[in-house]
């Protein structure tokens, strides 16, 4: 089953079963949107992480791993 819409809303929540935030989250090719990879700097607790880019969110993490 094949959706152009994606399967999660931040407002309205699921839009079919089976469809949870997370994996509304991963695109097509497997790569972590910005908000995820947010999410992983604020566990680690990489400092500045709000003002970073998605590259710069991505190579903090590497680096800090």
Same mark, same amino acid.
């Given at each position: &089953?094949?959706?152009?819409?994606?399967?999660?809303?931040?407002?309205? =929540?699921?839009?079919?079963?089976?469809?949870?935030?997370? %994996? %509304?989250?991963?695109?097509? =090719?497997?790569?972590?949107?910005?908000?995820?990879?947010?999410?992983?700097?604020?566990?680690?607790?990489?400092?500045?992480?709000?003002? &970073?880019?998605?590259?710069?969110?991505?190579?903090?993490?590497?680096?800090? =791993?």
């Amino acid at each position: &089953m094949t959706e152009s819409a994606p399967c999660w809303s931040p407002t309205r =929540g699921p839009r079919r079963s089976g469809c949870t935030p997370k %994996a %509304a989250e991963r695109r097509p =090719g497997g790569e972590p949107t910005k908000d995820e990879l947010y999410r992983q700097a604020q566990e680690a607790e990489i400092s500045g992480r709000s003002s &970073m880019t998605k590259q710069e969110l991505a190579d903090a993490l590497e680096h800090q =791993g």
